[in-house]
């Protein structure tokens, strides 16, 4: 499952804002390091707990609402980040759009004589695993490759999963430029073939900055594209809206997104409290 978790909760998630310029990674906006939140060492592990809710009709005749919560953990050692997040999902609507590992809608079914429905459950694991260079070896430039699988371990009986994997992998480039850090990410993912449903693997786009507005906040602005994962959705496009406060191990973050195409939810709201040690 997860428009709302990848592109703004679990994007969110992993993807914190340095606070120090030098060292921020914007294209996964990596957690805050350096003495303002985790002191730096050879590791460091943290989670992630936080609620999002989004509500779009995805181009049927009917809006679905998901209010989800996430748990997230991830392991940091050298420039290797591991991460293991699993949401807890209410799902009210048509009962038909679920969502792959990259986020994107799926709607299965458009029939309109199909009544709406709710169902709550856990969603699918994503297991996601990351190498970024550090800027001393592109002249400031940071470059981070991804890989991510998302296993179906969510009820596709209840129509919280497709019941099958999908597996991903995202280049990240970013450079800080005072307090701006732009940054860019393009990915793409292979998704699973559940029988008697046709599915697209996609591609994807995000460009954005983040931008240092004091020593212990931080927003980020971005623009996603993903291309459409099935023939009765179209490609979604949104813009991602984010703050962050750190202070010593903790972050918080508020984001919004808005959706500019049928592809994505109309619009989605949601906070995250991440704590870090090593």
């Known amino acids: 499952m997860h428009r709302a978790i990848s592109k703004t909760l679990l994007l969110v998630a992993l993807a914190l804002p340095a606070l120090d310029a030098g060292a921020a990674f914007a294209g996964e906006k990596a957690v805050p390091s350096g003495d303002k939140t985790v002191p730096s060492g050879d590791w460091d592990l943290t989670g992630t707990f936080g609620f999002g809710h989004s509500n779009g009709n995805y181009g049927t005749a009917r809006d679905t609402s998901v209010d989800l919560g996430?748990?997230?953990?991830s392991l940091s050692a050298g420039g290797?980040?591991?991460?293991?997040?699993?949401?807890?999902?209410?799902?009210?609507?048509?009962?038909?759009?679920?969502?792959?590992?990259s986020g994107n809608p799926i709607v299965i079914n458009r029939r309109a004589a199909l009544p709406p429905d709710a169902r709550t459950g856990w969603g699918d694991l994503t297991l996601s695993a990351s190498y970024t260079l550090p800027p001393s070896v592109l002249d400031d430039f940071e470059l981070r490759v991804s890989g991510v699988a998302k296993l179906p371990i969510a009820s596709a009986r209840k129509r919280l999963s497709t019941g099958e994997a999908d597996l991903g992998m995202s280049v990240d480039l970013s450079r800080p430029f005072g307090i701006w850090t732009p940054?860019?990410?393009?990915?793409?993912?292979?998704?699973?073939?559940?029988?008697?449903?046709?599915?697209?693997?996609?591609?994807?786009?995000?460009?954005?900055?983040?931008?240092?507005l004091s020593q212990n906040l931080v927003a980020v602005a971005s623009y996603d594209y993903d291309s459409a994962d099935g023939p009765l959705v179209a490609a979604a496009q949104s813009l991602l809206g984010s703050l962050s406060w750190v202070h010593n191990n903790v972050t918080?973050?508020?984001?919004?997104?808005?959706?500019?195409?049928?592809?994505?939810?109309?619009?989605?709201?949601?906070?995250?409290?991440?704590?870090g040690v090593n």
């Not at 996430?70 to 953990?73: A, D, K």
């Not at 980040?81 to 759009?97: C, E, K, N, Q, W």
């Not at 500019?260 to 709201?269: E, N, Q, T």
């Open 80 to 101: 290797f980040r591991f991460t293991a997040s699993v949401p807890y999902m209410h799902i009210d609507g048509r009962g038909l759009v679920v969502f792959d590992a």
């Open 183 to 212: 940054f860019v990410t393009v990915g793409y993912l292979s998704v699973g073939q559940p029988v008697g449903y046709t599915l697209y693997d996609t591609t994807s786009v995000s460009a954005g900055t983040s931008l240092e």
């Open 70 to 73: 996430l748990s997230t953990l």
């Open 252 to 275: 918080l973050t508020g984001y919004g997104t808005v959706g500019l195409s049928s592809g994505s939810a109309d619009m989605g709201v949601g906070f995250l409290v991440s704590y």
